[in-house]
């Protein structure tokens, strides 16, 4: 996650994407305790995998009436700020596996060396690896 918004120039450094990523998840965490009716937790790795099968999930959760015959790319055009945005162009894209664990990967050692403190608690809170493995 961090790599990719320093390469969209959403953040001029790791460092500042990880901490917004820290935050955005305590607040996402904090909602999910006060409302754990409203809230369903899903994994970026458990989407993309099983795209179909949680992608009907969330519809259900939402209770969003799907029409029959409705297909993705009917639903993609509704999502406003996907086409004008660059770092969300991959939306559009057929789902796929490959880009599961690659932030990781673009990571040099000294990038996950001060990425540690920022992160691991809570890359450990919601179910993942610390940035040093």
């Given at each position: 996650m961090a790599p990719s918004y320093v390469q969209a120039g959403l953040y001029p450094n790791v460092e500042g994407a990880a901490k917004r990523w820290v935050v955005s998840n305590r607040l996402a965490l904090?909602?999910?305790?006060r409302n754990p009716d409203k809230v369903m937790v899903v994994k970026y790795e458990e989407m993309?995998?099983?795209?179909?099968?949680?992608?009907e999930r969330v519809i259900r959760f939402l209770d969003i009436p799907v029409r029959s015959g409705t297909n993705e790319s009917e639903l993609?055009?509704?999502?406003?700020?996907?086409?004008?945005?660059?770092?969300?162009?991959?939306v559009a894209l057929p789902v796929d596996t490959n880009s599961i664990g690659k932030g990781r990967q673009q990571l040099s050692d000294h990038e996950r060396k001060s990425l540690a403190p920022i992160m691991d608690k809570m890359l450990l809170q919601m179910g993942y690896d610390r940035c040093l493995k």
């Open positions: 904090k909602f999910w305790k993309v995998q099983k795209h179909e099968e949680i992608s993609i055009k509704k999502m406003g700020d996907v086409h004008s945005i660059e770092h969300l162009n991959r």
